[in-house]
């Protein structure tokens, strides 16, 4: 029996708590704890920042910022953001059934179209940097898709992702070559002047209505250039259905698969890790030392994600269950936990009820404040399951998508 086969034809409510896949659970927490070590940089600085790349950081060239743009450019970046569209198109196939299914098929949409109707909240009450929005607007193509093969998915998914690769790891190595004025944000539509760097983080301190302008301004420009992501998103929401069809994200694959994907990534991540220390740590406005070759390296996130579940389902397979189910609750509340590291953030960064540490925070002291992020849902995520059987906006969202009352309590 394949993955497909263990979803019943119709399940018009939510899924038991017994029900549930253990390995997709404890990667779906692992990514959403991943996840805020990519976004806690858009939280805390101007977005211009890392979208244009000529801009001086406004922060001192030492050992401990070297050390966390590094950390989250090599581990984290692109690699949890890959890895949650891969289980979000799981979860459309798991809510929709097959693709003619007359019962769940209005289902999938109504859930897509209330998550869409979060993302809008979501990204322009409260922060710029939302992806739901993306997730189900992307999410009405590939339901179109969901009752492909097992095989015709991963080819097409990973097709997806290759071109796109190519094309970023070719990009990398022609910047490197280019003249140097045009490297410093040449066609760039964010380029941003120190001067207007200071004026944003001036008004995210003071807090509302400047912040809020500011995260419109923010939240305009990046909805409007997620639209050129759909193609990369949608091929990881394919590959992601694929692989759960074989097998691979539900760990029933032979351990030599997982053992090879982790040797492939774990390469790919061993090299980028290695050119991108040599980028990072050269002198602010010097040639890239490595000729492109960190931003090559760095364009085969995919790789490295899929050996980041190899390793977390070998562990599981081999003994350590007890450890990576720890990320399995966090996991059950995502939606809940996704939105709840916005809420602390932006307290900490700019609402007006808030420190307004925004712009203070250094990339090396800001591991700090994620590491207490993940410290608090790890806690609380098992605390909250142990009296009811989905978080609280879990709850919200299936009662919206199914139109009636959902037992939250146990």
Same mark, same amino acid.
């Given at each position: 029996?394949?993955?497909?086969?263990?979803?019943?034809?119709?399940?018009?409510?939510?899924?038991? #708590?017994?029900?549930?896949?253990?390995?997709?659970?404890?990667? +779906?927490?692992?990514?959403?704890?991943?996840? *805020?070590?990519?976004?806690?940089?858009? !939280?805390?600085?101007?977005?211009?920042?890392?979208?244009?790349?000529?801009?001086?950081?406004?922060?001192?060239?030492?050992?401990?910022?070297?050390?966390?743009?590094?950390?989250?450019?090599?581990?984290?970046?692109?690699?949890? +953001?890959?890895?949650?569209?891969?289980? !979000?198109?799981?979860?459309?196939?798991?809510?929709?059934?097959?693709?003619?299914?007359?019962?769940?098929?209005?289902?999938?949409?109504?859930?897509?179209?209330?998550?869409?109707?979060?993302?809008?909240?979501?990204?322009?009450?409260?922060?710029?940097?939302?992806?739901?929005?993306? $997730?189900? $607007? #992307?999410?009405?193509?590939?339901?179109?898709?969901?009752?492909?093969?097992?095989? +015709?998915?991963?080819?097409?998914?990973?097709?997806?992702?290759?071109?796109?690769?190519?094309?970023?790891?070719?990009?990398?190595? &022609?910047?490197?070559?280019?003249?140097?004025?045009?490297?410093?944000?040449?066609?760039?539509?964010?380029? #941003?002047?120190?001067?207007?760097?200071?004026?944003?983080?001036?008004?995210?301190?003071?807090? %509302?209505?400047?912040?809020?302008?500011?995260?419109?301004?923010?939240?305009?420009?990046?909805?409007?250039?997620?639209?050129?992501?759909?193609?990369? =998103?949608?091929?990881?929401?394919?590959?992601?259905?694929?692989?759960?069809?074989?097998?691979?994200?539900?760990?029933?694959?032979?351990?030599?698969?997982?053992?090879?994907?982790?040797?492939?990534?774990?390469?790919?991540?061993?090299?980028?890790?290695?050119?991108?220390?040599?980028?990072?740590?050269?002198?602010?406005?010097?040639?890239?030392?490595?000729?492109?070759?960190?931003?090559?390296?760095?364009?085969?996130?995919?790789?490295?994600? *899929?050996?980041?579940?190899?390793?977390?389902? *070998?562990? =599981?397979?081999?003994?350590?269950?007890?450890?990576?189910?720890?990320?399995?609750?966090?996991?059950?509340? &995502?939606? #809940?936990? $996704?939105?709840?590291?916005? *809420?602390?953030?932006?307290?900490?960064?700019?609402?007006? %009820?808030?420190?307004? @540490?925004?712009?203070?925070?250094?990339?090396?002291?800001? @591991?700090?404040?994620?590491?207490?992020? %993940?410290?608090?849902?790890?806690?609380?995520?098992?605390?909250?399951?142990? +009296?009811?059987?989905?978080?609280?906006?879990?709850?919200?969202?299936?009662?919206?998508?199914?139109?009636? @009352?959902?037992?939250?309590?146990?």
């Amino acid at each position: 029996m394949t993955a497909a086969d263990a979803v019943p034809a119709v399940r018009l409510g939510p899924i038991a #708590t017994k029900d549930r896949i253990f390995t997709l659970d404890m990667l +779906r927490g692992f990514a959403i704890l991943g996840i *805020l070590g990519v976004n806690a940089m858009a !939280f805390a600085w101007p977005m211009a920042l890392e979208a244009d790349p000529a801009l001086a950081s406004p922060w001192p060239h030492d050992h401990a910022n070297i050390v966390g743009e590094w950390v989250k450019d090599v581990f984290f970046q692109d690699k949890f +953001r890959s890895l949650f569209s891969m289980l !979000f198109g799981v979860s459309i196939f798991l809510i929709g059934g097959q693709r003619f299914d007359e019962a769940r098929s209005p289902l999938l949409l109504r859930r897509l179209m209330w998550l869409g109707l979060f993302g809008l909240i979501h990204g322009f009450a409260l922060w710029f940097g939302d992806i739901l929005l993306h $997730y189900a $607007y #992307t999410g009405l193509l590939v339901m179109i898709a969901r009752s492909w093969s097992a095989r +015709r998915l991963i080819w097409t998914g990973a097709a997806l992702n290759a071109v796109f690769a190519l094309l970023s790891a070719v990009s990398s190595l &022609a910047m490197a070559f280019m003249p140097a004025e045009a490297q410093s944000g040449g066609g760039n539509p964010f380029v #941003t002047t120190p001067e207007q760097l200071a004026a944003t983080i001036q008004a995210y301190q003071a807090g %509302w209505p400047g912040a809020q302008i500011e995260n419109l301004k923010a939240a305009v420009f990046l909805q409007l250039m997620s639209l050129t992501l759909v193609p990369i =998103t949608a091929g990881l929401m394919l590959l992601g259905l694929g692989l759960f069809k074989a097998g691979f994200l539900t760990g029933r694959s032979p351990t030599w698969i997982y053992v090879l994907m982790l040797v492939i990534g774990g390469a790919n991540l061993a090299a980028f890790a290695w050119y991108d220390w040599q980028f990072f740590s050269a002198a602010p406005g010097t040639p890239d030392p490595t000729n492109g070759m960190a931003g090559v390296m760095g364009s085969f996130a995919p790789l490295i994600t *899929l050996a980041y579940v190899s390793l977390l389902i *070998l562990m =599981t397979r081999f003994g350590l269950k007890a450890v990576t189910g720890i990320f399995a609750p966090v996991g059950r509340m &995502a939606f #809940t936990n $996704y939105l709840t590291q916005t *809420l602390i953030m932006t307290t900490l960064f700019y609402m007006p %009820w808030g420190p307004h @540490w925004f712009g203070t925070v250094e990339p090396g002291a800001l @591991w700090l404040i994620i590491a207490g992020v %993940w410290a608090a849902q790890l806690i609380w995520s098992p605390l909250w399951l142990s +009296r009811f059987s989905m978080g609280p906006l879990e709850w919200l969202w299936r009662c919206l998508t199914y139109g009636r @009352w959902v037992p939250l309590a146990k």
